[in-house]
């Protein structure tokens, strides 16, 4: 069955940077757009980015925009999301969910993660 | 930004009572609209996409309708297993995705 396993949160000052990996088994990797979805504590959910099967394409939130990136390596299973300049407001759980359509992505989705806890605090 | 207003804020029925969730969006999404639910420490899971199309697995006591701005999460019969939080999300105009703040549907 598909799993996508979070992981790399965790406590960092403001103004520093963390990796998120999210390890997919399950599926055919390759064949799917990923994305990054967060939730602040107690409110709701923030699209966060989204990167093409092929790693060729990516799209961001202007909360995010210049600051975080997203990438994927297809031959290790594995999604990425690089965060610089964090701010107290980035503060969430961030999940890996997979895209319901291969190749094309209709930013519904069908698949997530347990999700990762970063606290942005100094 | 397309912006989504889920109402009721709180819902509270019984099981076997029928439930119906809105969702408004501040302009047309046409059928572009998704619903997922969300149970405390889990993830969500996607229940409906383009307004009216159960995903995999999903049991048939929940439907989805609507179109242009005005959408409804209809849960015809209760089950204990139904209360939990659930959240609309616009994808007309991707990559601006959007969420409604949620309702939560707790039981009476």
């Known amino acids: 069955q598909v799993q996508l396993v979070e992981s790399g949160g965790g406590v960092v000052q403001p103004g520093r940077s963390l990796r998120l990996s999210c390890a997919a088994s399950?599926?055919?990797?390759?064949?799917?757009?990923m994305h990054w979805v967060r939730q602040a504590p107690g409110k709701g959910l923030e699209w966060v980015a989204v990167i093409s099967n092929d790693g060729r394409d990516k799209h961001f939130a202007d909360s995010v925009k210049g600051r975080f990136t997203i990438s994927r390596d297809n031959s290790k299973n594995t999604l990425y999301l690089q965060m610089n300049s964090l701010r107290a407001e980035d503060t969430a759980v961030y999940y890996c969910?997979?895209?319901?359509?291969?190749?094309?992505?209709?930013?519904?989705?069908?698949?997530w993660g347990q999700g990762t806890l970063v606290t942005v605090s100094s | 930004e397309i912006v989504l207003t889920q109402s009721p804020a709180t819902l509270s029925l019984s099981p076997g009572e029928r439930a119906t969730l809105s969702c408004r969006a501040s302009?047309?999404?046409?059928?572009?609209l998704a619903w997922y639910q969300q149970k405390p420490g889990q993830a969500p899971r996607l229940l409906i996409y383009d307004a009216s199309n159960r995903a995999t697995g999903i049991p048939a006591r929940f439907s989805g309708s609507g179109s242009g701005t005005d959408f409804t999460l209809t849960i015809s019969t209760l089950e204990p297993e139904d209360f939990a939080v659930y959240y609309c999300q616009q994808r007309s105009n991707w990559p601006s995705i959007t969420f409604g703040q949620g309702t939560r549907l707790e039981i009476k």
């Open positions: 399950g599926f055919t990797f390759s064949s799917y757009p």
């Open positions: 302009q047309s999404v046409s059928s572009y």
């Open positions: 969910a997979r895209d319901q359509t291969v190749r094309a992505a209709d930013y519904y989705f069908d698949s």
